[in-house]
């Protein structure tokens, strides 16, 4: 690899090679072809038909011509999924200024930060988030529109309140008689032109703006159609889970389903596993995305409690466990709507318990791997090609590599490279010179080994090693994915204090209730746990001892732990941070 003093024009010249039809093509053909079909529907509220979101994104391009806003002019948008929120996001891309999304669960800080970092000249807001900022601390926003119904919260230009006081009228003016499919054409977008600027849900507490081109839109999109669209329905319903803030969600949900013509539904209310539970009840998705937090405890709090001792003992009986395992199999599919092709995990890695049941029962689950800085994927395979542990095979478009000796065996840096990479974060070139080498590979920062037929196998985080007592490479989401599945383990996280490794767990505080559990009751379970866990593990993992914590562990919007607010700072240099999407 290169030294940090890096010339980027290998990595131009790569991008060069490929130049990729129009992203907003891909919008404006799967909006004329469904034009009289369902689009988008608030879950539990109004529906769009596609006719309906190109009717939004038109009343949204003449305010923006009419404003002065310019191709290449950032666009901010911070609020919960809708579909307001999603025709915003499409009027700016198919207009050609830049998206610049907003996780809503920001602080206030942190949406100041992204808004005047990235220039931002507009903001839209949800009704939660705008109640909860200062709009004097974003001074060079020129206005904020309100999601719900595109009014305008504040206006520092002129234009922006005239514009908005006359949209109908300058509608009609357009469009006299009608608006019809013909006249929907959008911005044809070049490959390397910025589409967005995506910032990183800051894992260390620092926030980088990821900049995407067109190309890392299309690339995407196109390769989830052809390995995935292609195995699903042409009339069919989609739920919309993640955050479309962040670019799993965006991409693996809203985007593809949309230009596959699919109806989406949004959750606009905080997705908690009961309420995401009761929409695929009511939608009965044809694919579910998912992080693993949410499909760990439908399992674990639906499923396990039906599993008694003979019933598990019949999964494994020569002639009945198949008829067994197929029934369970059902009973989890009809959790999860009763119509997915298959389950896609992603954002972080899925419990080896958990993972391994649904494999038994031949539950179609599968694993994806990828960025926020490669939009996202990287890897994907099928779930009849799914190999447990794995997270799939490379991407079309794209190229993997594992810094090591012996990359079947021995950990390494995962690296890669193609369509799908961004082009740097901006306004900040050191952050990119460290990232990305000048032969356009992006360095990941996490660790992986890759099977001989291409599977890759993701380790942890470089950030997140530890060194064991004897100067041992000690992964600690090894050894809580084996704390997480006993007893009354909610979740866990391994830390280092000193030269000893301690677990630090939130317990299962509903069971424990139920079960009539005191605080001591807890740590006596909590001390037999470790003392099976470091049964498990090699001398120089064993954990010293088990800290109770008595609320959740803060999290990321992909629900991570936010690791570094609970971790010592490290004696180990590892300056790389980026969350898997």
């Known amino acids: 690899m290169c030294s940090l003093g890096i010339n980027f024009a290998r990595k131009i010249e790569i991008c060069a090679m490929t130049k990729t039809p129009s992203f907003n093509k891909l919008l404006e053909d799967t909006i004329i072809k469904n034009w009289y079909k369902d689009a988008l529907t608030d879950y539990k509220g109004a529906t769009l038909q596609y006719h309906d979101v190109a009717r939004k994104i038109e009343k949204l391009h003449i305010m923006f011509e009419s404003i002065g806003l310019q191709k290449g002019d950032k666009v901010a948008l911070c609020g919960r999924n809708s579909s307001m929120w999603a025709c915003a996001f499409l009027a700016t891309l198919t207009y050609g200024a830049v998206a610049v999304p907003i996780q809503h669960e920001f602080t206030p800080d942190q949406i100041y930060n992204v808004v005047n970092h990235s220039d931002a000249r507009l903001l839209f807001v949800g009704d939660v988030v705008a109640t909860q900022l200062d709009y004097e601390q974003m001074p060079h926003l020129e206005g904020i529109i309100y999601i719900p119904d595109y009014s305008i919260v504040l206006s520092r230009s002129e234009k922006i309140t005239y514009a908005r006081e006359h949209l109908n009228e300058e509608f009609g003016k357009k469009y006299p008689k009608y608006f019809r499919k013909e006249h929907v054409h959008y911005y044809e977008d070049k490959s390397d032109d910025l589409a967005m600027i995506n910032y990183t849900s800051g894992t260390t507490g620092f926030s980088k703006g990821v900049m995407l081109p067109y190309r890392v839109m299309w690339s995407n999109i196109t390769y989830l159609e052809h390995v995935l669209g292609s195995k699903l329905p042409k009339e069919a319903d989609a739920l919309c889970i993640l ?67 003979r019933l598990r003992l019949m999964m494994h009986m020569p002639g009945i466990g198949k008829k067994v395992r197929d029934h369970v199999c059902q009973l989890v599919k009809e959790e999860m709507g009763g119509n997915a092709y298959e389950i896609i995990v992603g954002g972080a890695g899925l419990s080896k318990e958990i993972e391994s049941f649904l494999v ?91 099977n001989p037929d291409g599977h890759l196998f993701i380790v942890g985080r470089i950030k997140n090693m530890l060194l064991g007592s004897n100067g041992q490479n000690v992964y600690p989401e090894e050894i809580e994915d084996k704390l997480n599945s006993m007893a009354m383990v909610g979740e866990s996280l391994i830390v280092q204090r000193g030269d000893k490794l301690v677990g630090l767990v939130y317990p299962d505080f509903d069971a424990a209730h139920q079960l009539g559990f005191s605080e001591n009751d807890l740590s006596s379970i909590m001390e037999q746990n470790r003392q099976e866990l470091n049964k498990q593990l090699p001398s120089f993992c064993k954990i010293s001892e088990i800290q109770l914590h008595d609320t959740e562990f803060e999290k990321t919007p992909k629900k991570s732990i936010k690791r570094y607010l609970y971790a010592e700072k490290r004696t180990i240099d590892r300056n790389i941070n980026r969350p898997y999407y």
Request: proline share 7%; glycine share 8%.
């Open 360 to 450: 038994e029962i031949g539950f179609p689950i599968t694993i994806g791997y990828g960025t926020t800085e490669t939009g996202p994927m990287i890897s994907y395979s099928d779930w009849h090609d799914f190999v447990p542990g794995s997270c799939g095979t490379v991407a079309e478009n794209m190229e993997i590599k594992v810094l090591s000796k012996d990359p079947e065996h021995i950990p390494g840096e995962v690296i890669t490279r193609g369509l799908n990479v961004m082009d740097g974060y901006y306004k900040n070139e050191k952050a990119t010179h460290a990232a990305l080498d000048s032969e356009g590979w992006f360095h990941t920062g996490d660790l992986g080994r890759m």
């Open 243 to 309: 955050p479309m803030a962040h670019m799993y969600g965006l991409s693996c949900e809203f985007l593809l389903q949309f230009c596959l013509g699919h109806h989406l539904f949004f959750l606009t209310r905080l997705p908690s596993p009961t309420v995401i539970q009761a929409a695929m009840a009511d939608v009965h998705p044809c694919v579910v995305v998912s992080v693993p937090l949410i499909i760990e405890k439908i399992i674990r709090k639906k499923i396990f409690p039906l599993l008694n001792t």
